[in-house]
C-alpha cells in the first residue's frame, strides 16, 4: 500500500509565501507523475501543477510565474512552492501520485489526506 502525507499548509497573508511538501511511503516500485491539486471553497478540483518522473512540468495559467513544482525522486516527494499568494489561492491543497507497487502491477492513483492553505486580504 503506498500513501501521501501533505505538509507546510497554514495562514499566510497576501503576497506571502508557502511551500507544501508531499511524500510517499510503503510499498513503492516507481512513483510516477505527481501532482498538486486544489479545492477553494465552493469550486471544483483542480489542477495545480504536475510533473513527471523525468522532470517535464505543467502549471495551471493562473499560478504560473508565481509557484514552482520540483521532485526529489529518490525519496519520492514533490514540492510546490507558492509566492505571491492570493486570496483566491486559498483551498485544501491535495497530492497526487501514480503508483507502483511491483514491475508487473497496474498503476494506482493515490492521493492525499489534504493540507489547507487559507491567504488572507
Known amino acids: 500500500q503506498v500513501e501521501l502525507e501533505e505538509s507546510g499548509g497554514g495562514l499566510v497573508q497576501f503576497g506571502g509565501s508557502l511551500r507544501l511538501s508531499c511524500r510517499a511511503s510503503?510499498?513503492?516500485?516507481?512513483?510516477?507523475?505527481m501532482a498538486w491539486y486544489r479545492q477553494g471553497p465552493g469550486k471544483q478540483r483542480e489542477l495545480v501543477a504536475s510533473?513527471?518522473?523525468?522532470?517535464?512540468?505543467r502549471m495551471s495559467d493562473s499560478v504560473k510565474g508565481r509557484f514552482a513544482i520540483s521532485r526529489h525522486n529518490g525519496e519520492n516527494t514533490v514540492s510546490l512552492q507558492m509566492n505571491s499568494l492570493k486570496p483566491d489561492d486559498t483551498a485544501v491543497y491535495y497530492c497526487?501520485?501514480?503508483?507502483?507497487?511491483?514491475?508487473?502491477?497496474?498503476?494506482?492513483?493515490?492521493w492525499g489526506q489534504g493540507t489547507l492553505v487559507t491567504v488572507s486580504s
Open positions: 497526487n501520485a501514480a503508483a507502483l507497487t511491483s514491475l508487473f502491477s497496474t498503476p494506482m492513483d493515490v
Open positions: 510503503g510499498t513503492i516500485f516507481k512513483i510516477g507523475t
Open positions: 510533473i513527471t518522473a523525468g522532470g517535464k512540468e
